[in-house]
């Protein structure tokens, strides 16, 4: 190691010079044990039940990432998708550690995979109506509001989130302050079938 690096290294330490921009080649790196399940290209992998990543907002994944490590998410008995989760978000405690991935995930192409699931479209639509606040008319989200994008996310994923809120698999903490606000929006799904009509027609946003 240079001096300067060595000097570098200490001011770090001693976090008297300004945090360093998130470094996205080093995210790579840390993103190798992320591709077993979420893919090469974060484009998930309904396989192992793992979302896509890619597309995403930062602000977003960031946050579930927290809540999965401190447990406002994944720790609800019955949750077992979840449960495969949250080792890997305690994996990622460092703070700096978790930007350089989020920034790493952000070069990552944002190209939708195919659509799987079918509804009422119509019926679908006129359900979306009080979801469009926090989410956006066009499903691209709302960080004012804390809404993620969900135009373009693995349509199989939104149907077990939604599902997931309802059953009390997900917003089960009073903590939970973005997780307690969706669960009674998911509540006014009142069926499984008002669930996939939702989820038919965020599909037909593309
Ligand atoms: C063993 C498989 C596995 C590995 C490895 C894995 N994940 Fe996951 N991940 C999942 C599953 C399954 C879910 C969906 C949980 C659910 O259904 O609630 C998930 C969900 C997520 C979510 C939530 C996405 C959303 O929109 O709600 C994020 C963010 C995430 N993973 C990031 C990561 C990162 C970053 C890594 C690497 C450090 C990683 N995952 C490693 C299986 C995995
Ligand atoms: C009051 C604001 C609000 C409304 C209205 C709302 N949501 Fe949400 N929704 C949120 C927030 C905040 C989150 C993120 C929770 C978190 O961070 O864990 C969320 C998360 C979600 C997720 C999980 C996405 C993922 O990738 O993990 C889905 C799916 C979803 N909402 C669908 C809907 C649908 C469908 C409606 C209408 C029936 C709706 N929401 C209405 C605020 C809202």
């Not at 470094?23 to 793992?50: R, T, V």
């Amino acid at each position: 190691m240079s001096l300067i690096a060595r000097v570098l290294a200490a001011a770090c330490l001693l976090g008297s010079v300004p945090a360093m921009a998130a470094d996205a080649a080093a995210g790579k790196a840390a993103y190798a044990i992320c591709a077993a399940c979420h893919g090469a290209e974060g484009q998930g992998n309904l396989a192992m039940n793992a979302p896509r990543l890619a597309g995403q907002e930062g602000w977003y994944l960031k946050r579930q990432m927290d809540a999965f490590r401190t447990g406002l998410r994944g720790t609800a008995p019955g949750d077992i998708h979840g449960a495969q989760m949250r080792p890997m978000a305690i994996s990622v405690s460092a703070p700096a550690a978790l930007d350089n991935l989020i920034a790493y995930i952000a070069t990552l192409p944002d190209a939708p995979n195919a659509t799987t699931v079918t509804g009422d479209v119509a019926a679908g639509k006129a359900a979306y109506g009080v979801c469009a606040a926090c989410h956006g008319a066009d499903g691209k989200g709302n960080q004012a509001l804390g809404g993620p994008r969900l135009v373009g996310q693995d349509d199989w994923y939104l149907v077990r989130q939604l599902k997931n809120y309802r059953q009390g698999l997900r917003g089960y903490d009073p903590k939970d302050t973005y997780g307690v606000q969706m669960k009674p929006m998911a509540a006014t799904l009142a069926s499984d079938q008002a669930v996939t009509d939702v989820v038919a027609y965020i599909n037909s946003l593309r």
